[in-house]
């Protein structure tokens, strides 16, 4: 274990320097004025002395040579103080320089790729012949001079800060070669893009992989298999991007590898005010440690939490959170897939859902019930349907039969579809028909069926169709016309002569205008029709009386790159599940509320006699009576 002689004694004699408060800080910057430089500038002695500290002692240089700079709110240069969490991490890395890969798991903003740095550019001035190597994911983000968001650049800012009698002869080389060499004792740090050959480096004492996670696909796994050789120390430094990546693969599986964490949660400057929730209240997590949150935070937390949830933040119970982490959550832009991966450690998270779990699991509770009926259709000639009990058909009615052995409705309906194959295999997706009242939003029936070809599903729908009549009128119906199947399903409906059906939108030059093509394209509009569907569904707009329906609404998610995708079709990985569920009904409903919202029915209201006695029926009465006795 690495001992800190020399900063152990400035926590016995001026502990007051060491800490990270504003106060501290001032306190660091007068002592280093007074206390090094201007007394070491003409005493060769303490220079050595100084320099054999700083050799020994990684937290004595940290505290008293390097400094950072923080470019937010206003741009300030600060003395490098470690906060308290980083301390364990710096001996970790000390404990592992040179002689052991290291996994670093961090949130953004906890100093790690500063740390690295200062740590290397130590060993550039006292360790003589030590190589260094530097790798980002593009030769912009390891050195791009004078730019402080690429790595290197934050040595030059560093040794351009020391004291004059500690800086070396020096060479620095931009471009394509990126190095920085010690002319006084041979050390050098070469800096490298990512997609290069980092074997072809040469030996390194170290390896910094900065923000490892962004590396490009292959190229991640390129450079573990190429340096495995070269270096016994490799650092993977970054935040999780998703799941697809060596990162990911190494810090979830770390087998013997040391790994450090940094977290949010442990920083002083961050959890101020430390809270969880409960029944919707804010609960102090320790008093004593944290503080409470301010009496302004506490006010308007109605109003936070108000807006967390039209972002679709989901907080786990006993889930650590603070003012400065709602205050991150609700900045313009910031969404949970990016709050869980910059500050959470939360690879899966990355990926987070379309509908609110909360918002569907309430929606589920209130309008979800068990079918009245449920079983199959047979078609005659006509395409009318005759109904058939079967416990395990694929259609379900939430609505009674009349006297014409046909559904009873109250109002106009639509149909929503979504097309399948119809392959009928364990790892095929359904064909989807939901049918809604237009005017209620209520939903009055789906059929579910994986066993027919998209020309047999047209069948089985304008059989629906027929049987929703309202008046004179068929069901208005919508489908996803994207691919062969949705085509398929319109030649079929058109030969029939299904005349009552959605016709999309297309934006020209001249503004929008209806088209004659028929159905929705989903798949270049998926996001907006399912944002429709959504909006639909939380203002309680259509109420989906489907218990499958509501599930499968919860599949729905962003990828890491933005995309609206089905949790469980989006890898091949997971071909098994997607007959179980696909999203199917999903995007059914979304096809049945664009043409909900594209043809708004009325409801027809009957005029009702008033009740007998009543003032109003004595009103009638007597208007009545007026009317015969003047022989109207």
Request: net charge positive; proline share 5%; glycine share 8%.
């Amino acid at each position: 274990m690495t001992e800190y002689p020399f900063y152990s004694q400035l926590e016995k004699r001026h502990r007051a320097i060491l800490h990270w408060t504003d106060r501290g800080k001032r306190a660091n910057i007068l002592y280093r004025r007074d206390r090094l430089r201007n007394r070491a500038i003409s005493d060769v002695g303490l220079q050595r002395d100084l320099r054999e500290m700083c050799r020994e002692d990684t937290l004595f240089f940290f505290s008293l040579f390097c400094w950072l700079l923080e470019p937010r709110k206003v741009p300030r240069i600060i003395p490098f103080v470690p906060w308290p969490h980083q301390i364990p991490a710096i001996k970790m890395l000390d404990d592992c320089w040179g002689v052991s890969d290291m996994i670093w798991e961090k949130s953004r903003g906890e100093g790690a790729t500063w740390i690295v740095c200062n740590r290397m550019l130590k060993d550039f001035l006292f360790r003589p012949m030590f190589q260094g190597g530097i790798a980002s994911k593009s030769a912009d983000d390891v050195d791009k001079e004078d730019d402080m968001s690429s790595v290197m650049p934050k040595l030059d800012w560093q040794l351009k800060r020391l004291p004059e009698w500690l800086k070396p002869n020096m060479r620095r080389v931009h471009g394509d070669k990126r190095l920085l060499a010690n002319l006084d004792n041979g050390a050098v740090i070469t800096g490298h893009a990512a997609i290069e050959d980092l074997g072809t480096g040469g030996r390194k004492t170290v390896w910094l992989w900065d923000e490892v996670a962004k590396f490009p696909r292959g190229a991640d796994r390129a450079a573990l298999d190429s340096t495995a050789p070269t270096s016994d120390c490799r650092l993977l430094v970054s935040t999780y991007k998703g799941t697809d990546n060596e990162y990911y693969r190494m810090a979830k599986s770390p087998g013997l590898t040391p790994m450090v964490i940094l977290r949010w949660e442990d920083n002083p400057t961050r959890n101020r005010g430390m809270f969880r929730i409960q029944d919707y209240q804010i609960v102090p997590v320790d008093e004593a440690k944290y503080g409470i949150p301010s009496g302004e935070f506490i006010a308007k937390w109605e109003q936070y939490r108000t807006e967390l949830e039209n972002r679709r933040f989901e907080f786990a119970d006993g889930k650590m959170l603070s003012p400065w982490f709602i205050a991150e959550c609700i900045r313009p832009g910031a969404t949970p897939q990016q709050i869980a991966q910059e500050y959470d450690r939360n690879p899966e998270g990355t990926e987070y859902q379309f509908f609110s779990a909360a918002m569907v699991e309430r929606r589920k509770l209130e309008s979800s019930t068990k079918p009245k009926w449920r079983g199959e259709i047979q078609i005659d000639d006509q395409y009318q349907p005759r109904f058939i009990v079967n416990p395990n058909g694929p259609l379900r009615l939430w609505v009674a039969f009349g006297s014409n052995k046909m559904p009873q409705i109250a109002n106009p309906v639509v149909i929503g579809c979504d097309i399948a194959q119809g392959t009928g295999g364990d790892m095929s997706s359904n064909s989807v028909a939901a049918v809604f009242d237009s005017v209620t939003g209520e939903q009055i029936c789906e059929y579910v069926t994986r066993r027919e070809n998209p020309t047999e599903f047209a069948d089985s729908v304008m059989a629906l169709g027929n049987a929703f009549r309202f008046g004179q009128s068929r069901a208005y119906m919508n489908w996803e016309h994207d691919g062969a199947t949705g085509k398929l399903f319109f030649a079929r409906i058109r030969d029939l002569s299904y005349g009552n059906i959605y016709m999309r939108d297309a934006a020209d030059t001249r503004g929008k205008q209806k088209t004659k093509r028929p159905g929705t394209l989903s798949q270049l509009d998926k996001a907006n029709n399912l944002a429709v569907l959504r909006d639909y569904y939380n203002k309680k707009s259509i109420q989906i009386k489907s218990e499958q329906g509501h599930d499968e609404l919860m599949m729905f998610i962003y990828n890491i790159d933005g995309k609206v995708v089905h949790a469980r079709a989006k890898t091949t990985e997971d071909l098994a599940s997607r007959g179980a569920s696909h999203g199917d009904r999903g995007i059914a409903y979304s096809m049945a509320v664009l043409a909900m919202k594209d043809r708004p029915a009325v409801s027809k209201k009957v005029k009702r006699d008033p009740p007998p006695g009543s003032m109003g029926w004595r009103r009638k009465k007597s208007l009545t009576l007026q009317r015969q006795s003047a022989g109207v």
